[in-house]
């Protein structure tokens, strides 16, 4: 089976950094994915990495640690249209996503 | 590159109808798609899994026979929500990919309202 976990809200402000964690125990991995949902819409891709260490990307950067079953989002000079949930997914070949249940991040002036 | 189109973005219907909703892959071929929904905030859970020709592989907990799912192209799979209910109400969205090893590509997703 598959257990994703990652914290259920977090809050900042406007310019700041915030660090959205995700654990994940999967029987097969093949990368983890990043996704952006805005209420009442589709999920958006944000990142994926499938080997070891940080992606950057703009104001979001990625990490990975497979031996600690780990990644974390780093979104940085936050705006508040930030504001959303952010969902940590793991992939492994043949199968779906599995999704996290999502971090609803709140950004605030 | 990459689009899925979900058809109706959003339907409203009474109780024990049912209710069809079309998941296209408006620019490449996809293998497989995959059927999500999503309660008001909660993640997506994954419903089905849809490979063109074959029968849907189902997840635990899902009724095949009340979320029919036919994928007879492929660039289309359909979800039929049969008999209908409040509880079914949701958002359902549906995702495509070329291969095994490729990304899945997201449809806008369908909000499904039973009265």
């Known amino acids: 089976g598959q257990n994703i976990d990652q914290p259920t809200e977090m809050t900042a402000t406007e310019g700041a950094i915030v660090q959205i964690n995700c654990t994940y125990q999967?029987?097969?991995?093949?990368?983890l994915f990043w996704y952006q949902q805005h209420a009442g819409e589709a999920p958006t891709f944000l990142s994926y990495?499938?080997?070891?260490g940080l992606e950057e990307k703009g104001r979001f950067s990625s990490f990975l640690s497979r031996s600690k079953g780990y990644s974390y989002l780093l979104l940085k000079e936050l705006q508040m249209k930030d504001s959303a949930s952010y969902l940590c997914?793991?992939?492994?070949?043949?199968?779906?996503?599995?999704f996290g249940k999502g971090t609803t991040l709140s950004v605030s002036s | 590159g990459a689009v899925v189109s979900q058809h109706p973005s959003w339907v409203i219907c009474k109780s024990g109808t049912s209710v069809k909703i079309e998941c296209r892959s408006l620019?490449?071929?996809?293998?497989?798609m995959f059927w999500y929904r999503q309660f008001p905030k909660q993640s997506l859970m994954l419903m089905a899994t849809?490979?063109?020709?074959?029968?849907?592989?189902?997840e635990q907990g899902v009724e095949k026979d009340k979320f029919l799912i036919n994928h007879a192209s492929l660039t289309l799979s359909t979800l039929t929500v049969t008999s209908a209910h409040p509880e079914d109400s949701s958002f359902y969205i549906c995702?495509?990919?070329?291969?095994?090893?490729?990304?899945?590509?997201f449809g806008p997703g369908t909000r499904l309202t039973v009265l």
């Open positions: 849809s490979n063109e020709g074959s029968k849907a592989t189902y």
């Open positions: 620019d490449f071929q996809a293998t497989t």
């Open positions: 995702s495509a990919r070329t291969g095994p090893y490729n990304e899945q590509f």
């Open positions: 999967t029987s097969g991995f093949n990368g």
């Open positions: 990495n499938v080997l070891d």
């Open positions: 997914a793991v992939f492994q070949a043949g199968t779906a996503l599995i």
